[in-house]
């Protein structure tokens, strides 16, 4: 159906249950079935037919892989991952998740990336690949290059908000450093006929009402060396 689903969230800090439907182009907004347990931070797709909900926050950072049949309204905890997380960054190919950074419950950042399968319901961690912890960086995957554009995100030492994009290949298990532009965290990340659209987010500890378009134009050296061209636009700043 032509509706965004919204799972949980956190309000004042609180990690919530509900989950509503939003029906397009109406606008209107309808209550599901509530969550098993208050979710925030996690990372939600669609698979199959089935929603899943990965980790998350909920009262402690959670493993736990979740799924839900809107044919009965009902959560079945199919699988966990290996590492509690939450507020980690989120991307999806069509056949598997992949959780970018992100807190763990000792409140540190992560340098780790985590592959899931939710054909198999198994887990793969590619450990330490990111050059530093990062905390709610921007993550999406067009399915145009097989690439995991990493935007950003908060570390833990100055200068704290990351100005990098950084360029996961999952097939090779490597990163690249891409170019600095500017430095924002927590996007919102769409991508479009080879430009991913990088909305919102905040800079230096304030929002930012801003739309940039990046588009990506990789030139294969070798199997595994890239080197890229990109070109940044921004759309809209407020």
């Known amino acids: 159906s032509n509706s965004i689903s919204v799972f949980g969230g956190s309000i004042g800090g609180t990690s919530q249950s509900l989950v509503q439907w939003v029906t397009l182009p109406s606008m209107s907004v309808s209550s599901a079935n509530m969550l ?3 979710m925030s931070g996690h990372a939600a797709f669609l698979y199959d037919g ?7 926050y909920s009262n ?3 493993s736990d892989v979740w799924r839900y049949d809107s044919s009965d309204s009902s959560y079945t905890q199919v699988a966990t991952i290996p590492y509690p997380v939450a507020y980690a960054g989120f991307a999806w190919n069509g056949e598997k998740a992949y959780l970018v950074g992100g807190r763990n419950s000792t409140d540190s950042y992560i340098s780790s990336i985590i592959e899931f399968d939710p054909a198999t319901l198994q887990s793969r961690v590619f450990k330490d690949l990111l050059p530093t912890g990062i ?3 921007g993550a999406l995957c067009t399915g145009e290059d097989g690439y995991v554009h990493i935007f950003g995100g908060e570390v833990e030492t100055e200068p704290y908000i990351l100005n ?4 996961f290949d999952p097939r090779h298990g490597r990163i690249d450093v891409g170019p ?6 927590a ?3 769409t991508g479009i006929q080879g430009t991913q659209y990088v909305a919102g987010g905040f800079f230096a500890d304030d929002g930012c009402g801003m739309l940039l378009a990046y588009r990506n134009r990789p030139r294969y050296l070798d199997g595994y060396t890239v080197s890229r061209e990109v070109d940044k636009e921004i759309i809209i700043s407020s």
Not at 50 to 56: F, K, P, Q, R, W
Not at 164 to 167: A, D, L, M, R, S
Not at 180 to 185: D, T
């Open 180 to 185: 600095a532009w500017m430095s924002m965290g």
């Open 36 to 38: 098993p347990v208050p």
């Open 164 to 167: 990098n994009i950084f360029i």
């Open 50 to 56: 089935y929603i899943y909900l990965l980790a998350g």
């Open 187 to 189: 996007y919102g990340l």
């Open 135 to 137: 905390y709610r960086p």
């Open 60 to 62: 402690t950072y959670s």
